[in-house]
């Protein structure tokens, strides 16, 4: 089955820089990576995904890269805010079953 | 439309006891997911229905859990006899498509004493 790695695991920014968190996924068969937001004590929230035929995906202060050659993929957030602070998530699949990474907690740092 | 709705919100209960954890996906949403997060594992997924059919149940930690579909509009997960690390928060979550967006509930907040 898939297997994904998330790295970092926590992560502190100054607020206005930016943060990039970074997954490897295993099955080269996986054509689906979406990224989840989860607030403290809240629902993991969907904030953007990208499908293996598109390289980069971008909306508004948040972007996601993919190379499957490497098997990689990114996120990035610019000009980071307070409210970006939470844990987020990537997850990949070939099919409709979701493996999640281990989660980045992230903290912005005022 | 309302969400994913999942009840109870929290749940405390000894140990032994039978647990029932409720969840209606969102209508016309043919996937249905129950999933575990824990600090120490992650989010887990524990099984999903696809047309009120279990299709992988390989996440079922062992047979004190089962979930039923009996439905479109209704999912219940059981867990009998409960343990305490079972404690954990519980979510379920709904889709449209294959391989597409899942939207999840509030979550079912289970402590087992």
């Known amino acids: 089955g898939e297997n994904v790695e998330q790295h970092p695991s926590t992560l502190s920014v100054q607020e206005g820089d930016s943060a990039v968190i970074k997954c490897t996924y295993s099955?080269?068969?996986?054509?689906?990576f979406p990224w989840y937001k989860q607030e403290l004590g809240k629902r993991p929230q969907l904030i953007i995904d990208?499908?293996?035929?598109?390289g980069e995906k971008k909306d508004q202060r948040i972007a996601v890269t993919l190379n499957k050659t490497a098997k990689h993929f990114s996120l990035h957030i610019t000009e980071t805010q307070p409210e970006d602070s939470a844990v987020y998530f990537c997850?990949?699949?070939?099919?409709?079953?979701?493996?999640f990474g281990t989660g980045t907690r992230l903290t912005i740092i005022p | 439309d309302a969400g994913v709705i999942q009840s109870p919100r929290h749940e405390v209960t000894e140990m032994g006891q039978e647990v029932t954890l409720r969840c209606k996906p969102i209508s016309g949403h043919d996937y249905l997911f129950w999933y575990r997060q824990t600090m120490m594992r992650g989010l887990e997924l524990l099984i999903y229905f696809n047309n009120n059919v279990p299709i992988d149940d390989s996440g079922m930690p062992e047979d004190r859990f089962s979930a039923k579909m009996p439905n479109a509009s209704f999912s219940t997960l059981k867990i009998q006899p409960s343990e305490p690390r079972d404690s954990a928060v519980y979510f379920c979550?709904?889709?449209?498509?294959?391989?597409?967006?899942?939207?999840f509930g509030p979550g079912t907040r289970l402590t087992v004493t």
């Open positions: 979550a709904s889709s449209p498509l294959r391989g597409g967006e899942q939207y």
């Open positions: 099955d080269s068969a996986s054509n689906y």
């Open positions: 997850a990949a699949t070939p099919d409709e079953k979701l493996t």
């Open positions: 990208i499908r293996s035929n598109v």
